[in-house]
């Protein structure tokens, strides 16, 4: 058998279309994940089928033109857009010589070298071995025979099914510690629910600009760049916002079209931010030819985790590439449903502010308070919670406090010993 480079720099890339041509764009992209990989394009092989080959995936004669094109080019990689089967990469690989990734085990890859918190590199180590798992016999030849390991193996077992229990223990580790880190997590957002500070939670495509949208409303310095997940791990910061106060903001991961199962399950609870939060700003490329196809990828892979209900805010950003104004869209009810901004210019970004503190509080009302001198900690918490618009104080020292509330927050502080409505004081927000 060959020997396994430790990373193929080099890559010939295979694009198969099912009923139909490759799409361009979607070829687009697949270099962009092998850049993001490290490799270097080389070469591309290109293949329409009705269906995929059980052996190969492609033909023989286009799997041979894979295996000519990468002797040519001197690739030490083939990567190919699309899912294998284990014995369909063993049997490319046997056939070229050369190491074969799929989709998912590209996608893995980028992920592997992407993260950087305990949690993120715990998450992707399941997703790989999760992924490993089905494909241990692929070009190890020591797998056929019983082998001496000391320590490692129990009585009568072959390599092969040493190696599947090692990982299944390993597996089972990961699992457990992964649990541990989503009870803090959640921990972490039922705090934020008893405070109550809102969350919004930012989705989108790879390579939206989420991160630097996300930098942008929250004076934040978290890596940008222009590739494919360049943010894996989430980060959370508070933003104060006109009208409503503080707000938490999360950055998530990027999607991706047929984002594989291993990397969904293994960060579900990181993509619980998502489902938990009070509103989704999905971020969407404005220039992006298949923005309205990215769209619903997303919204796809949203109804996966149980976040399709969540109310969603569209952001078109990267409104400086694309051409188009900034504006604030407003859907049904009069709440905004869409804003077209710029992050990395800042123009609308404003709008999107006010669009946001209307989205999270959409049954927000101005009332007239009275409150009473022994009432004075409600004073307090109001101004604490940015709710307060104006005051004055009557000569008994007790205040009439403008405030801006939902409906039923208004109706339990009213409820208070000390706190009633002032007349006159029915004002709705404008």
């Not at 993001?36 to 009705?50: F, W």
């Not at 580790?173 to 705090?191: C, M, Y």
């Not at 400086?320 to 210019?345: H, Y």
Request: with cysteine; glycine share 10%.
């Amino acid at each position: 058998m060959f020997d396994r480079p430790e990373r193929g720099e080099r890559a010939v890339l295979v694009g198969v279309g099912l009923g139909q041509a490759v799409e361009p764009s979607n070829l687009a992209e697949f270099k962009a994940l092998a850049a993001s990989a490290g490799s270097e394009c080389v070469g591309v092989v290109l293949a329409t089928r009705p269906r995929p080959d059980p052996k190969f995936y492609v033909g023989s004669g286009k799997a041979e033109q894979i295996k000519a094109c990468a002797e040519e080019s001197g690739a030490d990689i083939v990567l190919v857009d699309q899912t294998l089967t284990p014995s369909q990469e063993r049997n490319l690989e046997k056939l070229t010589g050369r190491r074969v990734l799929d989709r998912n085990g590209l996608i893995l890859d980028i992920f592997a070298q992407r993260a950087r918190s305990f949690e993120g590199k715990l998450q992707v180590e399941l997703a790989q071995l999760t992924h490993m798992s089905t494909r241990l016999v692929r070009g190890w030849t020591h797998l056929e025979r019983q082998k001496g390991g000391i320590g490692l193996r129990g009585p009568g077992e072959t390599q092969l099914e040493t190696d599947r229990r090692l990982i299944g223990k390993r597996i089972r580790t990961l699992k457990t510690r992964l649990e541990k880190l989503a009870l803090q997590r959640d921990t972490g957002r039922r705090v934020r629910r008893d405070v109550p500070v809102p969350t919004v939670a930012l989705v989108g495509y790879t390579n939206a600009g989420k991160s630097t949208l996300f930098n942008a409303l929250t004076d934040s310095a978290i890596y940008v760049a222009d590739q494919l997940f360049a943010t894996l791990d989430p980060t959370v910061r508070r933003v104060r916002l006109d009208g409503i106060g503080d707000v938490v903001l999360a950055d998530t991961v990027g999607f991706i079209r047929d984002l594989p199962h291993e990397l969904v399950a293994a960060f579900r609870s990181t993509l619980l931010e998502a489902r938990e939060s009070e509103l989704l700003l999905h971020v969407v490329d404005a220039a992006d030819p298949l923005r309205d196809e990215r769209i619903e990828q997303v919204r796809g892979v949203l109804r996966g985790i149980g976040a399709a209900e969540v109310p969603e805010l569209l952001v078109f950003n990267k409104i400086d590439a694309s051409g188009e104004p900034p504006r604030v869209e407003l859907g049904e009810g009069g709440l905004p449903a869409q804003v077209w901004c710029s992050a990395i210019a800042g123009s609308g970004l404003d709008g999107l502010r006010t669009a946001i503190a209307r989205c999270v509080r959409p049954n927000l009302v101005r009332r007239t308070l009275h409150i009473a001198l022994s009432a004075a900690a409600v004073r307090s918490e109001l101004y604490r919670r940015n709710a307060l618009r104006a005051e004055r104080q009557l000569e008994d020292g007790s205040w009439e406090i403008d405030v801006e509330l939902e409906s039923q927050e208004i109706a339990v502080l009213t409820g208070r010993r000390g706190v009633e409505l002032a007349a006159g004081g029915r004002k709705h927000v404008s």
